[in-house]
């Protein structure tokens, strides 16, 4: 038998074999062997049923083998109390999902349990707690609920996700509007000229505009509407255009002799820092606006109508010339 066929048969022999095991290589289609390393591991070993892959088998199951013949579907691990789940075994975290997770024996134990949800208290049981925490367990004590943001805990009828009642004097859904149900619809207007006299239009352009409620883009604000223009929404190169196309903020501030003021809000793309003139709202998508106040522009409440304008229309100015730079609001809030 020549020396290749000879190390061939070394290669056939079993793990239980005192035959050492080396490293093949192929060099112009001819195989020679060399770097002869230790033997295999080929101890003896138990073997457990894992149906479920999670490296833990179950208890009972035991079945003789070797470490360097490892079985399909089998762990060297046993302890697994449900071996039809992977997130159950002894090596899982217990977590709050009316399992036992860590086979432990335990079900929702606090003593090992990750992640227990808050619970906020609930006196009304309308299923919305205040910002008031006060538990952190798997279950929570009797009149406390996992949701909170309730705005009246006394009464059940107001809770977030609730429909709005109308002319009833109560926020019902909880959104800061109080007979309300957050919608602005209107028309947007503006107009931009310069001549020699008065009355001279470069453009003259509306937009009808719709939006919804955004208390988060100001909580200071008395109200905060995100509008929408509509996809054909157009700027004139002469000087009309909306604050934004992309849609902007129209925002209620209050001022100090109670009554209210404007501010619009812009979708940046980069970040503000530093001015003090301005209000930064941040939300949870990590997207910048810029809120720019304007106390020279009064807003008009009358019942639902939102009205207001800034000018003046025509304004002489130093050079003799007229310019007109206008725009105004004329909406309906529901």
């Not at 290669?11 to 074999?17: A, D, E, I, P």
């Not at 762990?75 to 217990?94: H, L």
């Not at 020699?196 to 470069?202: A, Q, T, W």
């Not at 157009?234 to 501010?263: N, R, W």
Request: with cysteine.
């Amino acid at each position: 038998m020549s020396r290749t066929t000879g190390l061939l048969a070394v290669l056939l022999v079993g793990c239980g074999s005192k035959a050492e095991d080396f490293d093949t290589y192929v060099s112009d289609g001819d195989v020679t062997y060399e770097s002869w390393a230790e033997p295999a591991d080929c101890n003896p070993t138990t073997y457990y049923e894992d149906v479920d892959g999670d490296g833990y088998g179950v208890d009972g199951t035991a079945v003789e083998g070797e470490t360097c013949r490892p079985l399909a579907g089998h762990a060297t691990v046993a302890g697994d109390c449900d071996d039809r789940s992977s997130g159950v075994s002894p090596g899982a975290v217990e977590i709050c999902d009316g399992r036992d997770n860590d086979c432990d024996g335990d079900v929702d134990d606090d003593d090992t349990v990750t992640s227990k949800p808050l619970w906020y208290a609930d006196d009304d049981g309308d299923g919305y707690g205040t910002d008031e925490v006060v538990d952190e367990a798997c279950e929570g004590p009797s009149g406390s609920s996992m949701l909170d943001g309730d705005c009246d805990d006394a009464d059940p009828d107001a809770h977030p996700g609730r429909s709005e009642t109308l002319d009833d004097g109560i926020d019902n859904n909880c959104d800061g509007l109080t007979d309300f149900v957050g919608t602005l619809e209107g028309t947007w207007a503006a107009a931009h000229g310069l001549g020699d006299e008065p009355g001279v239009r470069d453009c003259e352009l509306s937009w009808d505009l719709s939006g919804l409620w955004a208390r988060d883009l100001c909580p200071d604000c008395a109200m905060s509407f995100w509008m929408d223009p509509a996809e054909d929404a157009t700027t004139d190169p002469d000087g009309c255009a909306l604050p934004s196309s992309d849609g902007f903020g129209i925002h209620v501030m209050g001022s100090e002799d109670d009554g209210f003021y404007l501010g619009i809000s812009y979708n940046l793309t980069y970040t503000y820092y530093g001015y003090t003139y301005y209000y930064y709202g941040y939300t949870t998508t990590y997207t910048y606006y810029e809120l720019r106040p304007q106390p020279d522009i009064s807003v008009t409440l009358d019942g639902a109508s939102l009205r207001f304008e800034q000018g003046p229309l025509d304004e002489l100015q130093s050079d003799g010339t007229y310019q007109t730079a206008w725009f105004g609001f004329d909406g309906t809030i529901e």
